[in-house]
């Protein structure tokens, strides 16, 4: 049940996420791996719609493409 709950939270904090991305308002996230970083671009995916434009900005290495990759397998 404490998995579950955590799910849904999370959920919650998404939504919340995407609605002040579609606002103009800026969302930054820092993961740890990059299948943190996957996971985070698999979880928005489903919020993202043709015509939306996404920053990504970072050093060489810093998971742009792992971003990408993931948003892309979702």
Do not use: N
């Not at 998995?3 to 002040?20: M, N």
């Not at 993961?31 to 928005?44: I, V």
């Amino acid at each position: 049940m404490r998995h579950f709950s955590w799910r849904r939270e999370r959920l919650r904090q998404i939504r919340c996420i995407i609605e002040a991305m579609g606002s103009g308002l800026t969302y930054i996230r820092k993961t740890t791996s990059p299948e943190s970083t996957k996971q985070l671009a698999a979880t928005l995916a489903p919020y993202v719609h043709p015509g939306d434009t996404i920053v990504l900005s970072g050093d060489l290495g810093a998971g742009k493409t792992q971003f990408v990759q993931g948003l892309a397998a979702a």
